[in-house]
C-alpha cells in the first residue's frame, strides 16, 4: 500500500510566522502535490513536483513556496504566515506522468493562522 | 486553462433514496477520476474512466463517461449512510496534472 504522510494533523501559527509543512511518500513515486482545500472552492493546486530539485507552480503558489531536495520528501513553506492561509493543506502523490496515474493523498494538515 | 465544473454543490437524501453527481469540462478529456472523500478523511481514488461512452460498476455506484468525453457522472443507487463524504471528478487532457472540480457533498439522512 501506498502511504502518503504528512508531518501534523493540526497547526497553530501566528500571523508572520514562517510555517513549515512536510510530506513524504514511501513508494518511490515521482510526481508530488501540494493542494489547499478551502469549503465551496475544492483543491486547488499550490504547487506540484515531478523530481528531485524540480518544482511548477500550480494555480494559487502566491505566498508559497516548495522545497524537493529528496525524492520521498516535498515540503511546502509559508515565509510569512496569514490568516487567509488557515485551510486544510493535502500533499499527494503519483507514480509517473502517465495521465492514467492516480494520486495519493496524505491525511491532510488543518493549518490556523491566528 | 482547463475547467471541470461539478454538480450539485450539496445534496441530501433520505436513506435509500438515488443521487448522482455531474462533472462537465471546457475541453474534451483524455480520462476521468473519480475520489471520495470521508468526512475528517482524505481523498481516496474510486475509479478511473478512459473510453468515450464508457460505463462502468462498483456494487450501488454507476460511473459514466460522455461520447464527447467531456463529462461524466457518478450515480449511487439506494444511498447508505456510509455513502456520506465528497465526490470529486478530476479531469485530464493535455497533461498529467489533474484538475480537480469542486466536489458534491453527500449527506444521507436515516
Known amino acids: 500500500d501506498v502511504k502518503v504522510t504528512q508531518s501534523s494533523r493540526y497547526l497553530v501559527k501566528r500571523t508572520g510566522e514562517k510555517v513549515f509543512l512536510e510530506c513524504v511518500q514511501d513508494?518511490?513515486?515521482?510526481?508530488m502535490f501540494w493542494y489547499r482545500q478551502d469549503p465551496g472552492l475544492g483543491l486547488r493546486l499550490i504547487y506540484f513536483?515531478?523530481?528531485?530539485?524540480?518544482?511548477e507552480k500550480g494555480d494559487i503558489p502566491e505566498g508559497y513556496s516548495v522545497s524537493r531536495e529528496k525524492k520521498e520528501r516535498f515540503s511546502l513553506i509559508l515565509e510569512s504566515a496569514s490568516t487567509n492561509q488557515t485551510s486544510m493543506y493535502l500533499c499527494a502523490s503519483s507514480p509517473t506522468q502517465r495521465k492514467t496515474d492516480t494520486q495519493y493523498f496524505g491525511p491532510g494538515t488543518r493549518l490556523t493562522v491566528l | 486553462g482547463q475547467q471541470v465544473m461539478q454538480i450539485p454543490q450539496y445534496q441530501h437524501v433520505q436513506e435509500g433514496e438515488d443521487f448522482t453527481t455531474y462533472c462537465n469540462s471546457s475541453?474534451?478529456?483524455?480520462?476521468i477520476q473519480w475520489y471520495k472523500q470521508r468526512p475528517g478523511g482524505h481523498p481516496v481514488f474510486l475509479i478511473q474512466l478512459v473510453k468515450s461512452g464508457e460505463v462502468k460498476k462498483q456494487k450501488r455506484l454507476t460511473f459514466q463517461f460522455g461520447e464527447a468525453k467531456k463529462n461524466s457522472s457518478l450515480h449511487i443507487t439506494a444511498t447508505q449512510t456510509t455513502d456520506v463524504g465528497t465526490y470529486f471528478c478530476a479531469g485530464q487532457s493535455g497533461s498529467y496534472i489533474p484538475t480537480f472540480g469542486r466536489g458534491t457533498s453527500l449527506i444521507v439522512h436515516p
Open positions: 513536483s515531478y523530481d528531485v530539485k524540480m518544482k
Open positions: 475541453t474534451t478529456l483524455s480520462n
Open positions: 513508494m518511490d513515486h515521482e510526481n
